[in-house]
């Protein structure tokens, strides 16, 4: 008895112990988070890009590929001031020869500083849309295989008429709009860009209509740069051709430098000059590179083009527009799902399914072969069809559904079209029967 009681006063003088720890769902930490503090536009960003300094900068997923940038236009200028310069001073009357340095050094950060602000700044992002535009018919057509989810009865293209001009303006399901003329999307970037020229690694950004201007001042002024220290490299070997009478050889073993930047800025200068006449021939027709590439406005008239002078004046001379999005403006977590990550056909998968993505800009299909899709279409099209049309008889589609099994790859195409719910109500029906 007197064991029982002291081991009872143990019992009740030792502290309990703590309770297990639960795990709480993810969708009551939602609400949890929902009632934490407010988030800024660029921390739930829905794109790929990249913020820095409070979402004053933003920059493209690709944004190391800058520092390579940096490298290749400052480390020859280095090298030009350091070893070849003391040669050109030599050459030529001392304040000069100081001048003529000074002038690449300058020259340098300008160009350096064109590049940051190509780089660093909205090209034109479109912002996305909440919820699809409203639907404009009851039933999807068979002549609209491209129609996904998102907006289910929404056409794939629009016809907008531009300087009189019929344009085709294409729906994007990723940020849920028609997207405007000459605006595309970014798979990069992920995000639609107003005058999409091309996304360019060696910005690490998109170029739209933001920061083109930018963009080929950027391409041109280095070509300047290449020109420069070219020439002066070639000043400096004949000075030493002709003070040691010597061949261009042996000019070269007396300044390696020299020989190594006028190679080095021999091929550089042929890709960015290159470069550079490229976009004037795109500019003064008022082309894009995209356009340039998939449309081919040589074989038709161009709605853009408005004249030589027009065109030049639209590029260097136009008011740059503001940017549409505020990134740094404050949103709450319960508001910002067009900001928070996307639920795309890889995100909405389960994760033993592969992840698909279909490039509608260009027709590709990655994950299913052409004569997969086709079959699969084919099933689409027989059941589908009177699943998303009222008119048809509901005895028809069980017929269609009786001996047919859904496999992962119908079932990730139907994902896409936007008929999971009713392949699901479907297979239903024929468990019932």
Not at 14 to 39: C, K, T, V, Y
Not at 196 to 212: A, L, S, T
Request: proline fraction near 7%; include cysteine; charge should be positive.
């Amino acid at each position: 008895m007197a064991y029982d009681e002291r081991m009872r006063g143990k019992m009740i003088a030792a502290p309990m112990p703590p309770p297990p720890h639960r795990q709480i769902p993810d969708f009551n930490r939602r609400i949890i988070a929902s009632n934490g503090p407010e988030l800024r536009v660029y921390q739930a960003w829905k794109g790929s890009n990249i913020f820095c300094f409070g979402g004053r900068l933003i920059f493209g997923p690709d944004v190391r590929s800058l520092f390579l940038t940096v490298f290749l236009i400052v480390t020859p200028v280095i090298l030009f001031c350091s070893f070849v310069s003391h040669e050109i001073i030599s050459e030529f009357q001392p304040h000069i020869g100081n001048l003529i340095i000074v002038a690449c050094a300058i020259f340098t950060s300008y160009v350096m500083f064109l590049l940051f602000l190509t780089s660093s700044r909205d090209p034109g992002i479109i912002p996305r849309n909440l919820h699809p535009p409203e639907d404009e018919g009851s039933c999807i057509s068979a002549d609209w295989p491209a129609t996904h989810g998102g907006g289910s009865n929404l056409p794939p293209v629009k016809d907008v008429v531009v300087n009189g001009i019929v344009v085709k303006v294409k729906y994007c399901q990723t940020c849920m709009l028609y997207r405007p003329p000459r605006c595309s999307h970014c798979s990069i970037c992920n995000n639609c860009v107003e005058r999409f020229d091309h996304h360019c690694p060696w910005v690490g950004q998109c170029i739209g209509k933001r920061n083109y201007r930018f963009f080929f001042m950027f391409v041109s002024s280095t070509t300047v740069l290449c020109l420069y220290v070219f020439a002066f490299c070639w000043v400096n070997v004949s000075r030493i051709m002709g003070a040691y009478h010597c061949s261009l050889w042996k000019a070269f073993l007396k300044s390696p430098f020299s020989g190594i930047l006028i190679l080095y800025t021999f091929v550089c200068g042929w890709f960015v000059g290159g470069l550079t006449a490229f976009h004037l021939y795109l500019i003064c027709t008022n082309q894009t590179t995209y356009e340039n590439f998939r449309y081919r406005y040589d074989g038709k008239m161009n709605p853009y083009n408005r004249g030589f002078v027009r065109n030049i004046v639209e590029i260097f001379f136009s008011k740059i527009p503001k940017s549409k999005n505020i990134f740094r403006a404050k949103v709450k977590w319960d508001s910002f799902s067009p900001f928070a990550p996307s639920m795309s056909l890889g995100h909405s998968l389960s994760p033993e399914m592969p992840k698909t993505s279909f490039d509608v800009e260009v027709g590709k299909r990655q994950a299913v072969a052409d004569e997969d899709f086709e079959e699969i279409q084919s099933h689409i099209d027989n059941v589908g069809g009177m699943e998303r049309c009222p008119t048809q008889p509901r005895h028809k589609i069980q017929d269609h559904k009786a001996n047919w099994e859904i496999t992962p790859d119908t079932r990730i195409l139907a994902a896409e079209f936007d008929l999971e719910h009713g392949l699901t109500d479907r297979q239903k029906i024929s468990r019932d029967h």
